[in-house]
């Protein structure tokens, strides 16, 4: 920086801090103060300049010595007091707004505690105190409508920000809070519209902010945790908007929200954005999601379904010890962040794992609950039909399809233990039974089509798949190619070969066009799909024609050899190497001379091509030379050679 001429500080200072360039003015006034360690002004415009970026801690040391040194200044109080309280130092703010004796500031006092309390979640309190003030203050109808919020009555608090909003003006926080509260009654549609409008003023009122280049791929440095930042609300609304999407299942969607949202380095970032950030591309990052959650556990705070999405994370990637761990360790947040639904399901899936018939009574004890809340809640449904109040219809259907939701998710776990135990007569069996509640639900159909599918019910499995492949059939590609794999292998074994070819060629047809759009995306339903078909007649020994199938379904190479792929190949060759070595299978040269040059393709085109995908969380990874698809071809082609005797 260049030096600045005598004379000149108080000018460049309230230059700098007029540009917004707050962390030069500090650097400069902590230059100063050291000269003159009381000087009132350097005190007051550095406190100023770190409350603007954010750094309330430093903010108020500040303010706390021009209370000792200028206690006549009630100012000075106040914003100590608050700059403790945005510091998450409450009891220490609690105490410094009791300092503020002027009966001028007695409401800010007021106010302020109201939101001290709020934060300490002692809302009776908050309630107590925000009574103290007049009923025609925008505060009191603000800060009501956030108590009304934590209470769950969503559609009051949505009105109380509306009348804030207008008494108020537009302020971003108010419009994020009515969008929260739109989200929160499940009313995305609305929630966006508030989120569009928070975005689309922050881009024009604050371009510096940098909204969008991240996503757009353009290097640029963070924006920093300013005041304006915070005041744009921005940071809030991509937040909102990336949690809607992920409702909606829009994980590409979900992941542009967070990189459109302004710029910033990984140690500046919140801890939504921080959990948000491991939730959305946990597909992709998973060992660092895991990381980013743990890390977030252990802070003072952090969003309240952290604790509960690490856990059921953990088991979704089966990770069930450490699952178990984060449980009896953290049995203080049990309570506080799990509902009695979320705490029974983890500990009877935890229990599953050890005890297979005592977790299979306890998801028959939850299901009997939902069972009976559920049908409570259809007769309310039916009433509502009579009446004419939309609202009151829309609520109790929301009230049942979520109670569905949940009953789903524990009849899953519960048919999953005989699932395991490859018992599909049970499995159908628990389908069956829940049949009642469940007929219209998707996901309950595909894992019906799948266990009738495992039994060979291939005629009563179609009956299954077709509505739920009907359903997509104009963006096909969207279901997943393991469904429309056993579909086509339905049709093939109740000898519907007719609408076996029609599904491949629509797979086909949609495939060519996604290459021609985007010719270096890797597609591979209509591979998996063959592969399915050549691995059905390899199991039923007929591996001339399943070999030649497995074959043909990977070409091109570039395009079609993936670890999914490879998974499904390599099973048909050990078990065609398995039989040959028993002498059970005798294969044709030609055949054999085609397996081997398949192999030596593979070799080639898959030394980039992992041949497992690991766990995220494994202590011992694979030798990075061995997890290859070249080096389990050639393994192959060694197997090859010893069978056949052609290294004799």
């Not at 398949?598 to 070799?603: D, N, T």
Request: proline share 3%.
């Amino acid at each position: 920086m260049t030096a600045i001429k005598d004379g000149e500080y108080t000018a460049t200072i309230y230059r700098l801090i007029k540009d917004g360039q707050y962390v030069e003015a500090i650097h400069i006034l902590n230059g100063q103060l050291q000269k003159h360690t009381k000087s009132r002004a350097a005190l007051s415009l550095l406190g100023f300049c770190y409350y603007h970026i954010q750094d309330f801690s430093s903010a108020a040391e500040c303010y706390e010595q021009l209370t000792q040194l200028h206690p006549e200044v009630e100012e000075y109080k106040l914003y100590y007091a608050q700059s403790l309280y945005k510091a998450g130092t409450y009891s220490e703010a609690t105490k410094a707004s009791f300092i503020l004796d002027n009966p001028s500031s007695h409401t800010k006092m007021v106010k302020l505690q109201a939101c001290i309390k709020f934060c300490e979640e002692d809302y009776s309190a908050a309630k107590l105190l925000l009574e103290q003030l007049p009923q025609d203050d925008p505060d009191y109808v603000y800060n009501m409508g956030c108590l009304l919020y934590q209470d769950g009555k969503y559609e009051d608090a949505c009105r109380k920000f509306m009348t804030a909003m207008q008494m108020l003006g537009y302020v971003p926080a108010l419009s994020y809070n009515i969008a929260l509260t739109y989200y929160s009654m499940k009313n995305y549609q609305q929630a966006v519209k508030y989120i569009t409008e928070i975005i689309d003023r922050g881009m024009r009122e604050h371009p510096e902010l940098d909204v969008g280049v991240k996503t757009e791929g353009i290097d640029v440095h963070s924006v920093g945790n300013t005041l304006v930042l915070h005041q744009s609300a921005l940071i809030e609304a991509f937040n909102l908007k990336a949690a809607i999407e992920y409702q909606m299942k829009n994980g590409k969607a979900a992941q542009e929200a967070l990189t459109d949202m302004p710029p910033r380095s990984e140690e500046e970032l919140d801890p939504v954005t921080l959990h948000n950030q491991a939730l959305v591309n946990m597909d992709l990052k998973p060992s660092e999601g895991f990381e980013k959650m743990a890390f977030l556990l252990q802070q003072p705070s952090f969003p309240r379904v952290t604790f509960g999405n690490l856990l059921l994370l953990y088991c979704k990637h089966e990770y069930f010890d450490l699952a178990a761990d984060v449980l009896a360790e953290n049995a203080h947040l049990t309570y506080k962040f799990l509902s009695p639904y979320m705490y029974e399901f983890l500990d009877a899936l935890l229990t599953s794992q050890t005890a297979p018939e005592e977790a299979f009574r306890k998801f028959e004890e939850m299901n009997s609950k939902l069972t009976e809340q559920l049908r409570k809640l259809a007769k309310q449904v039916q009433d509502t039909r009579h009446i004419r109040d939309d609202e009151a219809k829309s609520k109790t259907l929301q009230d049942y399809d979520l109670m569905q939701e949940k009953y789903i998710v524990v009849l899953m776990a519960q048919a999953k233990i005989y699932w395991n135990r490859e018992n599909f007569q049970m499995v159908e069996k628990i389908f069956r039974k829940s049949v009642e509640f469940c007929n219209d639900d998707d996901t309950w159909k595909l894992n019906v089509a799948h266990v009738l599918f495992m039994q060979n019910k291939y005629k009563e499995a179609i009956s299954f798949y077709e509505p739920i492949v009907k359903k997509h059939y104009d963006s096909i590609l969207n279901v997943s190619a393991v469904v429309l794999a056993n579909l086509c292998v339905s049709y093939i074994m109740t000898s519907q070969n007719e609408e076996a070819e029609e599904l491949m060629r629509k797979i086909e047809k949609e495939e060519e066009q996604i290459s021609y759009d985007d010719p270096d995306k890797k597609v591979f339903h209509l591979c998996i799909v063959n592969l399915v078909i050549g691995t059905l007649y390899c199991a039923k020994g007929n591996y001339d024609f399943g070999i030649s199938r497995v074959i043909k379904s990977l070409e091109p190479y570039n395009k079609k050899l993936g670890t999914d792929t490879w998974f499904y190949a390599k099973r048909c060759f050990l078990s065609l190497l398995e039989n040959m070595s028993k002498h059970m299978v005798m294969l044709r040269d030609a055949v054999v001379q085609e397996c081997v040059q398949f192999l030596e393709h593979c070799e080639v085109y898959g030394k980039e091509v992992p041949a497992i995908i690991e766990q995220p969380l494994e202590e011992i990874h694979a030798h990075i030379g061995k997890n290859t698809v070249t080096y389990e071809a050639r393994l192959l082609k060694a197997l090859f050679y010893e069978v056949i005797g052609w290294n004799k």
